[in-house]
Nanobody, 121 residues
Framework: QVQLVESGGGLVQFGGSLRLSCAAS????????LGWYRQTPGKQRELVAD???????NYAPSVKDRFTMSRDNAKNTVYLQMNSLKPEDTAVYYC???????????????WGQGTQVTVSS
């Protein structure tokens, strides 16, 4: 089981940028696919981006071309660079570790505690 700890959330103005980090421990980081999710009150948690073990990424249409997900296996860390932020990006962001079944979407098996991102208008 991998343990995940997010950091980097905060308050930012419309159009600003933030970089979220997620540090992993407890297992072989490079063997996991990873995902960033977000959730607002009363709504389901949604997948924002995922990255597989070789670095291929997928993004939700709402963040494509604004967010970039990357991983550093040497540091056991995954990142989410968020640019051109909008108020609708306000949410708790969660890091996850999981796997990508052959031919199927990313499937999370471990979660971090979440970090709040607030974008003011």
């Amino acid at each position: 089981q991998v343990q995940l700890v997010e950091s980097g959330g905060g308050l930012v103005q419309f159009g600003g940028s933030l970089r979220l980090s997620c540090a992993a421990s407890g297992s072989i980081f490079s063997l996991y696919a990873l995902g960033w999710y977000r959730q607002t009150p009363g709504k389901q948690r949604e997948l924002v981006a995922d990255i597989d073990t070789i670095g291929s990424t997928n993004y939700a249409p709402s963040v494509k071309d604004r967010f970039t997900m990357s991983r550093d296996n040497a540091k056991n860390t995954v990142y989410l660079q968020m640019n051109s932020l909008k108020p609708e990006d306000t949410a708790v962001y969660y890091c996850s570790a999981g796997y990508v079944p052959h031919g199927d979407p990313y499937y999370p098996t471990s979660w971090g505690q979440g970090t709040q991102v607030t974008v003011s208008s």
